[in-house]
């Protein structure tokens, strides 16, 4: 059973940084890829980032790009995404999802396991 829980979100001014974990209580995080994805108020969910399995591809939104960077322990079972250079826009509930199957989808409807979501809010 994969069990994801999200953490590092909170408030913080355009311009600085957030990590963000994603931690899996079970004992098969090695063999998921794992993405993360973003709702602000009224939008759809959307793509952030991604990583394979082994850590050796990692995928991002354009959006993100140069700024954000996914990254994962399969040791501690932990995913992480550093968040640097934030601008308001950034604002959403920041979710991790994981993947069994093989690919990398962008799409969240490619994903198996969602954890509940953290806030992230950048004031200008």
């Known amino acids: 059973q994969v069990q994801l829980v999200e953490s590092g979100g909170g408030l913080v001014q355009a311009g600085g940084s957030l990590r963000l974990s994603c931690a899996d209580s079970?004992?098969?995080?090695?063999?998921?890829?794992m993405g993360w994805f973003r709702q602000a108020p009224g939008k759809e969910r959307e793509f952030v980032s991604a990583?394979?399995?082994?850590?050796?591809?990692?995928y991002y939104a354009d959006s993100v790009k140069g700024r954000f960077t996914i990254s994962r322990d399969n040791a501690k079972n932990t995913m992480y995404l550093q968040m640097n250079s934030l601008k308001p826009e950034d604002t959403a509930v920041y979710y991790c999802?994981?993947?069994?199957?093989?690919?990398?989808?962008?799409?969240?409807?490619?994903?198996?396991?969602w954890g509940q979501g953290t806030q992230v809010t950048v004031s200008s």
């Open positions: 079970g004992h098969t995080f090695s063999t998921y890829a």
């Open positions: 999802a994981a993947r069994s199957r093989i690919g990398v989808p962008y799409a969240p409807s490619g994903y198996d396991y």
């Open positions: 990583i394979r399995r082994s850590s050796g591809s990692t």
